[in-house]
């Protein structure tokens, strides 16, 4: 069913059983690469934390976890080119292995200017697990970029985490904007 946030309509595009089976594989997939290592999992908040959350359960090998906000995006249906670190990384990740844990990659600024800041300080290895990824809005290449979800194309989505004007992330199901009403 289609719903209304404040100007804006969307309608149904991911249910949750299906990014519940998703994370099922991402966990298997975890499981085996990080099988003999105690990784650090690193949630990009806000719009990860429903992510990180579901994930973490299929996880079942010794893992840390910590959260980090970048500020990158102001209420509206576009990415902000200012980047501001609103909570830093509080630990050590020296030497570890680090997975950061992302709710959507759209040009990849955010992605790029956390990395950076993440190898400042010399972690053995880094990847990404990001739910959506938009490929033909991705500005840099990731090697890093390991672990997706959902390839999707450049839509607006909501739900699970991400927001309109901050509502909508208690939303079990992903929707996307209907139509062309990306604001320009
Ligand atoms: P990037 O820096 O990759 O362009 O954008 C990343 C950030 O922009 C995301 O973490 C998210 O906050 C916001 N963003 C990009 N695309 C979407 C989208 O389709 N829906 C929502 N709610 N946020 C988005």
Known sequence: ?????????????????????????MGIQLNLDYEDKVPIFICVLNGAFMFMADLMKEVHIGCETTFVKVASYHGDTKSSGNLIEQLPLLIDIKGRDVIVVEDIVDTGRTLKFLLEKIYQKEPASVKVATLLLKPDALEYQFDEISFVGFEIANDFVVGYGLDYKGLGRNMADIYRLVGQQLPG
Do not use: A, V
């Open 1 to 25: 069913m289609k719903m209304t946030i404040d100007d804006k309509t969307f309608e149904p595009f991911i249910e949750f059983n299906m990014i519940e089976k998703r994370l099922r594989l």
